[in-house]
């Protein structure tokens, strides 16, 4: 077992006034853990860096048509389209539950209009038992010509301060890697106030049905996850890296605690671990695991110590 | 959501393979001897959730669902009914004697047997092989509470059927072959008069076919139809084994189903 004088303690809003300090960086991504009660059978949810549950919108959603999921080389599609019951049944059932959690919960948000970003923001505010609100950012923006807020600097900037101005907690917002120049948009979202960014988000992608010569999806086009989009997330990271001072949390295709090293190697403060767990269900407490042994068998006493190692020195 | 749903008593458990025999072409008999604690509540419908792959090798990415074919409530003896379709299910079936599976579960909502059924119909489609597994267990509590069950099964072609030696001897075994224009729903209308309970199984298409024809009988029997979705995490998190209810929108298979209503289901 570790040495318990490992420190593994991060802190991913140090500017803000709540703070975010996690006993150690390894998450679970949105969309892949639930509302955080429904892995409780299979591993010790107790263990984790933090939580970040299911993205929540303003109105339930029903989602997109089926078939939702397909598997592809080392990783998955999906075009879940957000389903989710809203904002007010996901604070009033699951809340109070989190609120006795010693695992912080961080409510992942998405919305299709500034509008709504700051109405998810304000109500999340006021309800006790959410340590931070991650900002999905990878959705059209309806109000202007239904791009995703992510696909520009000027527009996930919008999104960020329509979020930061309508709370207090500590806001991360989630890049989306399907753009030109990740570090000019990453740039952009510190700018306008964010406290920590996290990415990347799936990468677009799709399939075809060979016997129907259609597209396998319902909704045609999907997020590849899983290992295949590792090393696009790495570079991402790495980039990101280089061009802010706000901490980062690694997302893509980390399944084992390797990967994660090369993630925070990379620059990366802290790591969400999402698909993986599909796989493995405890595939984020055996990154956690093999982390510290790690550490331990290199004979380090601080993550930090490996944080941006493989970052060009300045 | 007002729904019946299943005590969580799901597990992560480590299945050894007892006995494999390929009982028709490209359908295979996997026995296991799996924790006594996770097989105690498992119900008849049921799945198990497994890797089916070289452990330290993300591709396949995904577990593949399959049913429980057959479970022992008291003991660790059970089983799944493998239909050879593509690399996991390949994978598995080529595991030998003494192998051991990485498996979640039991998961999902099985059928339920009413008390004061006397006369059960079970009705199997698929596209080559019929989807006979998440129905076995049911037919075999049924024969013992000494109902009268008649099962219908509809094949490609005879070399794809399941063998008779599967079931209790007590079922009436029907089979019907595509290959020779016949199918079984071509000849469910008599019985649906007879069944307290019709119990059914197969793809979309097929239970649609179902619905169709016993939609016409009055009055209508209740029908319980256990369905298939890609799955990528079968515990309920991920929405993407979405299906059409017609009241409530998407549920999933994997916790609300994988038995539903058909008489609720959007096919
Ligand atoms: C609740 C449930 C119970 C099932 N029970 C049985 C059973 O008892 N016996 C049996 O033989 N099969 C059963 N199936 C179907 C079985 O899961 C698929 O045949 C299997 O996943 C195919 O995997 P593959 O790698 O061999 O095929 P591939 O075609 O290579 O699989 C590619 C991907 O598609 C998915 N997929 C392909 N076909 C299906 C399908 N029909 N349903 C769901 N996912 C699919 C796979 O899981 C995988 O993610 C069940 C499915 C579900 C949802
Ligand atoms: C089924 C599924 C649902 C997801 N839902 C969301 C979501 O609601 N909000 C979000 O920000 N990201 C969502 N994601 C993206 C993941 O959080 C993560 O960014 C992505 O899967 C890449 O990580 P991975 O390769 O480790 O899976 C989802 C991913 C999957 C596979
Ligand atoms: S397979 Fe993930 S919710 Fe059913």
Known sequence: MPRPTINLRVELAPDNEHGLSLRNPVLVASGTFGYGTEYGRLMDVHRLGAIICKGTTVEERDGNLPPRTVETAAGMLNSIGLQNRGIATLLKDYAPKWARWSTPVIVNIAAESLHDYAELAYQVDTTPGIAGIEVNISCPNIDNG???????????AAATRAVVEATSLPVIVKLSPNVGDIAAIAAAVEEAGADAISLINTVLGMAVDITTRQPTLGAKLGGLSGPAIKPIALRMVWQVAQAVSIPIIGIGGIASPADAIEFLMAGATAVQVGSATFTNPRAALDVLDGLSAWLHAEGIEDVHEIIGAALPPQ | MGLHQTEDNLQQFTATITNHREVAHNLVWV??????????????????????????????????????????????SAALLVRVSGRGSRWLTERVEGEQLDMIGPLGNGYRLDERSRHLLAIVGGERQPHLAPLLPLLKSAAARELSVTLLIEAEREAYLPPASLLPPEVEYQTFFREAGDSAIAHIKPLLGWADQVVAAGPDDFLAALKKVAGAVYPRPDIQASVERPMACAVGVCLGCAVENERVGYLRACREGPVFDLWKMVL
């Open chain 1, 146 to 156: 239904s791009l995703p807020f992510a696909s520009n600097p000027q527009s996930a």
């Open chain 2, 31 to 76: 026995g296991l001897r799996a924790p006594a604690a996770a097989l105690r509540e498992a119900r008849a419908g049921q799945f198990v959730f497994v890797r089916c792959g070289d452990p330290a090798s993300f591709d396949p990415y995904l577990r593949r669902p399959f049913s429980l074919a057959a479970f022992d409530v008291d003991g660790e």
